[in-house]
């Protein structure tokens, strides 16, 4: 069985990150394998790719301090930082 997340392009422009990054995410949480483009294997229902999506959101989109989706990131070696826009917090983004 396979799962495609159809809209998965227009997810990760409205979120402004790249659609591999919300891909990889899904199938870490979920344990599926990433097969191809918005396609990953195993059958995954509505409510669980939701609460992983707001589980991401909440992780890697939404600053921490203000709680308003306007984080930058940058890399630094193996580490990912996230700097807000709005309250100019940074923050060391778990992998």
Not at 4 to 20: E, H, K, Q, T
Not at 31 to 58: E, P
Request: glycine share 6%; with cysteine.
């Amino acid at each position: 069985m396979k799962t495609n997340i159809s809209n998965l392009d227009d997810l990760a422009n409205a979120l402004r990150v790249p659609d591999l990054v919300v891909m990889k995410y899904f199938c870490a949480e979920l344990g599926a394998s990433h097969v191809t483009g918005s396609i990953m294997t195993g059958s995954h229902d509505y409510a669980s790719l939701l609460k992983g999506l707001d589980k991401f959101i909440h992780n890697y989109v939404l600053c921490k301090k203000c709680n308003y989706p306007e984080l930058v990131y940058k890399a630094e070696k193996k580490d990912l930082f996230g700097k807000c826009n709005s309250c100019s917090t940074i923050r060391k983004l778990d992998a």
